[in-house]
Structure formats: structure tokens, C-alpha cells
């Protein structure tokens, strides 16, 4: 028996097209989705639009069209949108479909079997967001002037006066809501957005709430009949809100197995504007009919240009999620790279519930630091070294180096349990960053297994051991390309062909518990990988700046990364250094600077320095020598363990951050793109460079 996983997005207004925030939603879902899928479990993921609603008629009034001309035009360019960015395996639902129209309908008529006086006809008289398609009473405005105004849209709201509606008693379920949520902690999440739910509910007194509208006909018609002869349309959050449970009903019956099968493990993704309607209204509506509840409201936070939220009423704001994708296609492999770079961006920077500001500083901070950097070097390194050394030393799994104890063999193996066990939980409560920093813990990891077990002078010594080595090497990458999946697919599935895996993605959990016991098959030895994620030097970024921020007014696009100095050294110049070219040195000039390779023993943050580490490293005298670095910024200093470096060792000592500096490393590049100088095989510490 499979677990079923039901996922849902919010269904988007069509009164424009896509924009980040919604690509937002739709590729955590698509994440979660792909996660749960691997493991096995039943998956179901639903996303669509909601076309119903005064919004959507002023916007088809004001281009000169129906609403259903309008709603036939935009629909499918979500769908076209979200096919175009790789979501996947996904159903897609429209409020006109006839099949959903009938399952509001039946809800409407449950409701007043069920409880007939929970739905009566009374007068609205009141405050109306038609960008919210919201009531609001003044407590929730703000005033400007003899304006009111909604917070979310920051414009004018309407007045409804003395319209007849039909109402539904949300009153009678406070304390019905507040029940469910005490006994179900993970019900609203993450938990701040509970509290706001809880606080609401003890606080304000809940009002009755307006389900039907009869000033615009764009809806589905209230199924009772208004004995003064009103055509009444039902109100859009009611039609909207069934739509997860409608997509489960085939033949428009409340009752069916899919529905019995699924809802129960319902989660609603979507940003926290709507969380009321999430939280309150539809848990009161489906109470109310006697059905069950969904398993939780999944909130996140917005995402923001220079502070603004984006959103299609602030053009300024409106990042397209292709253009983006696009731009970040830079390497060899194409948009699908694009694509896994901006899904990697927005799941890693912001712990899901957090507002996040979008700004190519971070975006490119990530590219380098995280993706061409710490991954793209692992998936490199691993092949380089399986493609040159396996003929000779072919990957078998030796047991006996996993007898335990200290060895880098084991450590690995332990890291690889700890990390498949601890991104699953994270992904199965839904935290993709934290997910994603437990894996970047575990490349960083396998990353330094190669700098201390130095394969290629275990082939200079014709160690025995390089065959078990690469194995690892072989095992830590398809461990790594499997966990990538939900949040990288395309990248995960170029390692997978590289490694000669071509089954499906799956959890690599092994045998008993161990992961590298799972061989997935004969593993190719002799891929020449391509790079997967090129480093974004600053010609590459004013490109992706220009590409995706030249439709927007001066000032108004996401903040670019201010221009960089050509080169830097990794600490501060000496005053008076300047990076300009000195002119013709002679021999003696170049003879008088002691370079030496040093080897990094130890590495570690310098309190409250950003910028600089704090090494020491083996010149090959008596003593390792401290030396204070200026390059936190690219490199963290367990993968700087193990590193050979170029050191100037007679540059005079400097106090730097209470520390005597007793020289300098030689540094490539600025900040994220900063890249250290490398000697491509092991050579004694203290050997000088000339
Ligand atoms: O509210 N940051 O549709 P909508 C993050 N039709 N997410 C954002 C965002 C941003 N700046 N902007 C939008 C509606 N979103 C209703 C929903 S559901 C029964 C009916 C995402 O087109 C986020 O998920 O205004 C938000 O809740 C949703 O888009 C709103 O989309």
C-alpha cells in the first residue's frame, strides 16, 4: 500500500499572465511532488486557474472582450507557462470546466441539507476588494484622505451598498476551527502563520460571511432560488476553494473514492495572502457540509523587488519566470540548466513561510558559490578522476575499508546515511532550503573525501586502495544526483547519464539502512562531463541583468550587483598597490617574492569578519604558519582543508583582525567568483613557485 500525497498550488486569477510569485508556488509543489514520487508514494499535484469573479469580468470589459473570450485566452498560458519551466506531472484545473461547476454547486446544496439554516439571504452593506475579491470592514483598511484602502493591492475598495445576498453562518464555526487546530498542530504551517490564524479566531468576533453576488453575472449560479426573483452568482473564494476537492470527482458527486482516498492528505501550498481564505473559509465550508478536512495550509512568504511585493498590479515588479530561467541558461546544457538554477535560487535563499528579496547579488551569489562552485567542482573532480585512474584501478567496494573507525572511506558512508536520512525529513515537512543546506553539508563533505584521500597520489603510489576510493567517489555522486532530483531534475538526470543510470530517480536508501550498499548497476568509468553550471564572471552577469531587467523602468528592477575591480588579492593590498599594470619588472624585481605551495592544515571563520578566515598552513617548515585570508566570501573553510595554495611567504607580517598574518595567498577573481591558485597534483609543502 502506497502513502497518497496530495499537493495543490493556489488556482490563479487569469486576469494576467504568470509571474515569479506564481512560479514560486508551483515549483515548491513541483518539488515536493518529485520528492514523493521518488519515494514511492501515490502523487497527485494540482495547480489551474480561477476565472470566475468581478475581477476577472472588469478585465475582460476593459480589453474589449467576454469573460470567457478572456479566460480562453489566458488559461492556457499558465499551463504553457509551467510546461515551459519543466513543472511536471501535474492536472490542471479551470473553475469553467462544466464538472467543477456542477461539485460547487452540490457543495452549496450539502451545506443547506446538512445545516439548512447555515445558509440564509440578508443585505451586504460594506467595504469590497476587487483585487482580493475580498469583504473587508475598516479595521482592515487603511484611510487615506476620505479614501480607503485595501494593504494588499494599495488601492481604492468599493462600496457595496445594501446588496441582497445570500450568507453562510462562518460565525457558528470559531470554535469548531480553533478546536481542529488545537488538535492538529501541523494543520496551518509554518507556525507563525498559525498563530495569526488562532489569534484572529480568539480575537475577532468571526461574521457571517457574503457567498453570493448579483451586481456582475461572471459566476456559477446560487442553486436556491431568491424568492424576489435575483439571479445570484456564487461567491468566487467559495467556487475557488472547491476546486481541490471538485478535481477529485469525476462525475461532479461529492461522494468518490478519489476523493475519500485523497483529500484527507491534502496540502494547500500558497502565499500567505490568502490564508484566511484558506484557514477559515474552506475548513468552515467543508465542516459545515460534513466532509473531511484537508491535511494542512502550507503558507509561504512573498517574494519582493527592492521591497515591493511582486505582483501584476506593480509592472515593475513582475519578473517573468522564462525570461529568467533563459538567461540563466549560460552553460553548454541549455535552459534545462536555466531552469534548475532559478528553481535552486528561490527553494535555497528563503526558508519557506519568509518573505525573500530578489536581487541578482544573491542570485549570482548562489550560481557560484553553490551550484558551479561546491557542486559543479564535485561532479568534475569525481568523473576527471574515475575517467583517469579506473582502467588501472577499476571501483570495487572493498569491505574491509568500511571496517569503521576513523577512515575517510567510513566517514563518507556515515555522511551519506546521515544526509539521505536528514534532506528526506526536511523535504517531508516541506522545508526545501533546510533540505537543500543538509545536501550542500554532504557535498561539502565529499568534496573534502577527495582533497584527504589525494586519488591521484594514491596513483602515483599505486595504492590498492584508489579502486575502493573511486567506488566511494562513484557512490557519493549518484547518492547526490538522486537527492538533487526534486529541486535540480535536469541536473540530476545529466549526473545519472554520465553515471550510466538511466532508471528512474529513487530515494538512495540501501539495504538495513546503508546507502552504498544500493548498486544501482554498472556505473559508467569514462564520461567526459560537460560543465554543468558555468561560473558567472561579470560580462556573463551584466548579460542576465540586461536580459532579464532591461523591460523595467530605471530604479525600479531588482538591484544588480554594483561593479566589481577587475581583480583583487585575497587580502588587502599593501597602500598603494593598485590593480593597474606596473610596467616591465626585471628578474631581480620578480626574484625578491618568496612563493611558496603551502598546504592548508586548518581553516575557520574570523568573528565577526565576514570576509576573512583565519588558515594556518604547512610551507614545509618547523611550524605552520597563520595566515588571515580575505575569501569567506567564496569558499567555506572545510573545503579549503587539504587545499595546496601559493603563498607570498616574505611578505612582512600584518596584524589583521587581532591576528599576525604571516603571509598572503594568491587569489584569482573577486568575492563568489574568487578561485585560488591550484597546482594540478601534489607537491611538498614549502616548494618554491618561480
Ligand atoms: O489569489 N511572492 O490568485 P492570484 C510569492 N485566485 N508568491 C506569490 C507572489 C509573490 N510576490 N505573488 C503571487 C489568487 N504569488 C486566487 C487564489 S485559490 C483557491 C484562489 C502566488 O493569481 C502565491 O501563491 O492572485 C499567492 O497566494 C498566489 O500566487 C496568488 O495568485
Not at 478546536?179 to 490564524?197: D, G, K, L, M, V
Not at 468552515?284 to 521591497?307: D, E, K, N, Q, Y
Not at 575517467?387 to 577512515?407: I, L, R, S, T
Not at 526536511?426 to 537543500?436: D, N, R, T, V
Request: charged letters at 20%; aromatic letters at 10%.
Amino acid at each position: 500500500m502506497t502513502t497518497p500525497f496530495y499537493i495543490t498550488t493556489p488556482i490563479y486569477y487569469v486576469n494576467d499572465v504568470p509571474h515569479l510569485g506564481h512560479a514560486y508556488t508551483t515549483i515548491v509543489a513541483d518539488a515536493l511532488a518529485r520528492f514523493h514520487r521518488m519515494r514511492g508514494d501515490d502523487t497527485r499535484f494540482l495547480t489551474g486557474t480561477d476565472e470566475h469573479g468581478q475581477k476577472v469580468e472588469e478585465a475582460a470589459t476593459k480589453r474589449g472582450l467576454t469573460p470567457q473570450q478572456l479566460v480562453d485566452q489566458v488559461a492556457p498560458r499558465f499551463d504553457e507557462c509551467w510546461k515551459t519551466i519543466g513543472i511536471d506531472g501535474y492536472r490542471f484545473i479551470r473553475t469553467t470546466d462544466a464538472k467543477h461547476k456542477l461539485v460547487v454547486a452540490n457543495l452549496w446544496k450539502r451545506i443547506r441539507e446538512r445545516n439548512p439554516e447555515d445558509i440564509y439571504l440578508a443585505t451586504y452593506q460594506g467595504w469590497y476588494c476587487v483585487g482580493c475579491e475580498a469583504f473587508y470592514t475598516e479595521s482592515q483598511l487603511v484611510k487615506d484622505g476620505d479614501t480607503w484602502s485595501c494593504t494588499t493591492h494599495k488601492k481604492p475598495v468599493a462600496w457595496i451598498d445594501k446588496e441582497r445576498s445570500w450568507f453562510f453562518r462562518l460565525s457558528k464555526y470559531a470554535k469548531p476551527l480553533l478546536a481542529h487546530i488545537a488538535a492538529h498542530p501541523e494543520f496551518i504551517r509554518p507556525t507563525q502563520y498559525r498563530n495569526e490564524i488562532v489569534s484572529f479566531l480568539e480575537k475577532e468576533e468571526l461574521r457571517d460571511l457574503s457567498i453570493s453576488r448579483t451586481s456582475f453575472a461572471w459566476g456559477i449560479p446560487a442553486p436556491d432560488p431568491d424568492p424576489e426573483g435575483l439571479a445570484h452568482v456564487i461567491y468566487v473564494w467559495m467556487d475557488a476553494l472547491t476546486n481541490y476537492y471538485s478535481d477529485l470527482c469525476p462525475d461532479g458527486s461529492l461522494e468518490s473514492a478519489d476523493a475519500a482516498k485523497y483529500f484527507p492528505h491534502a496540502i494547500h501550498l500558497i502565499g500567505k495572502d490568502i490564508l484566511r481564505f484558506h484557514s477559515v473559509y474552506w475548513p468552515a465550508f467543508l465542516m459545515a457540509a460534513g466532509l473531511p478536512l484537508p491535511h494542512s495550509i502550507l503558507a509561504h512568504g512573498w517574494w519582493t523587488v527592492r521591497g515591493e511585493k511582486i505582483s501584476k498590479s506593480m509592472p515593475a515588479t513582475r519578473i517573468d519566470p522564462v525570461t529568467l530561467s533563459d538567461a540563466l541558461a549560460v552553460g553548454p546544457l541549455g535552459r534545462p540548466i536555466g531552469i534548475d538554477a532559478m528553481r535552486y535560487y528561490l527553494m535555497r535563499e528563503v526558508p519557506l513561510g519568509n518573505d525573500g528579496d530578489f536581487t541578482f547579488e544573491s542570485l549570482f551569489g548562489r550560481f557560484n558559490a553553490d551550484l558551479a562552485n561546491d557542486l559543479g567542482n564535485l561532479v568534475n573532480r569525481s568523473l576527471t578522476l574515475i575517467g583517469k585512474f579506473a582502467a588501472e584501478f577499476p571501483p570495487v567496494c572493498d569491505d574491509a575499508q568500511f571496517a569503521g573507525g576513523e577512515n575517510p572511506h567510513w566517514q563518507l558512508e556515515t555522511h551519506a546515511f546521515q544526509a539521505t536520512n536528514a534532506v528526506a525529513r526536511e523535504l517531508e515537512l516541506c522545508a526545501p532550503s533546510k533540505a537543500l543546506e543538509q545536501l550542500w553539508k554532504f557535498i561539502g563533505q565529499a568534496n573534502r573525501y577527495i582533497d584527504q584521500t589525494q586519488p591521484w597520489a594514491m596513483a602515483k603510489a599505486k595504492d590498492p586502495v584508489l579502486g575502493h576510493t573511486l567506488w566511494c567517489l562513484q557512490r557519493s555522486l549518484w547518492t547526490i544526483a538522486q537527492m538533487i532530483t526534486p529541486v535540480l531534475p535536469s541536473t540530476s538526470a545529466t549526473i545519472l547519464g554520465w553515471l550510466g543510470d538511466a532508471a528512474p530517480a529513487r530515494w538512495p536508501i540501501g539495504a538495513g539502512g546503508r546507502v552504498f550498499t544500493l548498486a544501482p548497476g554498472v556505473l559508467a568509468t569514462d564520461a567526459t562531463p560537460s560543465v554543468l553550471f558555468p561560473r558567472l564572471d561579470e560580462p556573463m552577469q551584466a548579460a542576465i541583468v540586461t536580459k532579464v531587467a532591461g523591460e523595467y523602468a530605471a530604479g525600479a528592477a531588482p538591484a544588480a550587483p554594483a561593479p566589481k575591480p577587475a581583480a583583487k588579492a585575497a587580502v588587502k593590498p599593501e597602500a598603494g598597490a593598485t590593480d593597474a599594470p606596473a610596467g616591465p619588472i626585471t628578474y631581480e624585481d620578480f626574484a625578491k617574492l618568496e612563493l611558496r605551495v603551502g598546504k592548508v592544515l586548518t581553516a575557520a571563520a574570523v568573528p565577526k569578519k565576514d570576509r576573512l578566515l583565519h588558515l594556518t598552513v604547512d610551507l614545509g617548515e618547523a611550524k605552520p604558519r597563520t595566515i588571515v585570508a580575505g575569501i569567506a566570501e567564496a569558499y567555506k573553510p572545510e573545503a579549503l582543508v587539504g587545499k595546496q595554495v601559493i603563498v607570498v611567504a616574505n611578505l612582512a607580517p600584518r596584524k589583521m583582525a587581532g591576528l599576525m598574518s604571516e603571509g598572503m595567498i594568491l587569489a584569482a577573481g573577486d568575492e563568489a567568483i574568487l578561485g585560488l591558485s591550484a597546482i594540478d597534483h601534489d607537491v611538498p609543502p614549502g616548494t618554491r613557485v618561480r
